[in-house]
């Protein structure tokens, strides 16, 4: 899934540039900044888990803000932050489960 505050189509060049296009099936479901709900709102991941039918104890949230570790804890799920230069600020906190330099690190 991908949730993000940008347009349809800054989404679509992500999965273009990242060699994901054509793939409806990757990052399903996509929530731009149509969604009515917007990170940190809890309901993103929500609307996430019941998408894919997971208790949101069975999904890890990734992301590299605050918002995302927000959303993802508030909603009951794993989280992961991806390291960013501001991401220290989070270093300790109760919000993040696990750090990662990338989301390759994820998927490996």
Known sequence: AISTRNMDAAVEH?????????R??????????????????PRVA???????RC???EVIFCGDHEDDMKCGRLAGCRT?????PGSKLLEGSDLVDH?????SEVLD
């Open 14 to 22: 992500f999965l273009d540039a990242a060699g994901f296009s054509g």
């Open 24 to 41: 409806e099936d990757v990052f399903d479901p996509r929530l731009s900044r149509n969604f009515p709900y917007n990170k940190p709102d």
């Open 46 to 52: 929500q609307h996430v888990c019941r998408e894919w």
């Open 55 to 57: 208790l949101p104890d």
């Open 80 to 84: 992961i932050l991806i390291r960013t």
């Open 99 to 103: 750090f990662v330099s990338s989301l």
